[in-house]
């Protein structure tokens, strides 16, 4: 499947964004989503992640209350609902898809995903 991954930008901690990833050339439904993020120097790491009916979620420690995964199946669109940003948010936002293992499965290893979008750049200022 073919990712690409929007809504980026510049904003104020405290500041609310929301990205959205666009997939296309496959099922969306069949697939588990996640997004992960990667700033300057720094590993690519998880951000959030979610079952391919949109019914269960994960997120990593540093975004667990401040934001919120979705998705459309109707869409073929991935969300990632992101508030009270801080300037350690900064980084290039990457959405990401593999062919779902179980019913619950939402992978939060970058490894485990096949297809990847090109990022986004999110920016905070503080």
């Known amino acids: 499947v073919q990712l690409q991954a929007s809504g980026g930008g510049l904003v104020q901690a405290g500041g609310s964004l929301r990205l959205s990833c666009a997939a296309s050339g496959g099922t969306f439904s069949s697939y588990d989503m996640g997004w992960f993020r990667q700033a300057p120097g720094n590993e690519r790491e998880f951000v959030a992640a979610?079952?391919?009916?949109?019914?269960?979620?994960s997120y990593s420690d540093s975004v667990k209350g401040r934001f919120a995964i979705s998705r459309d199946n109707a869409k073929n669109t991935l969300y990632l609902q992101m508030t009270s940003l801080k300037p350690e948010d900064t980084a290039v936002y990457y959405c990401?898809?593999?062919?779902?293992?179980?019913?619950?499965?939402?992978?939060?290893?970058?490894?485990?995903?096949?297809?990847w979008g090109k990022g986004t750049q999110v920016t905070v200022s503080s």
């Open positions: 979610i079952n391919w009916s949109g019914e269960y979620r």
């Open positions: 990401a898809a593999t062919i779902r293992r179980s019913y619950y499965s939402r992978p939060s290893e970058v490894h485990e995903y096949s297809d």
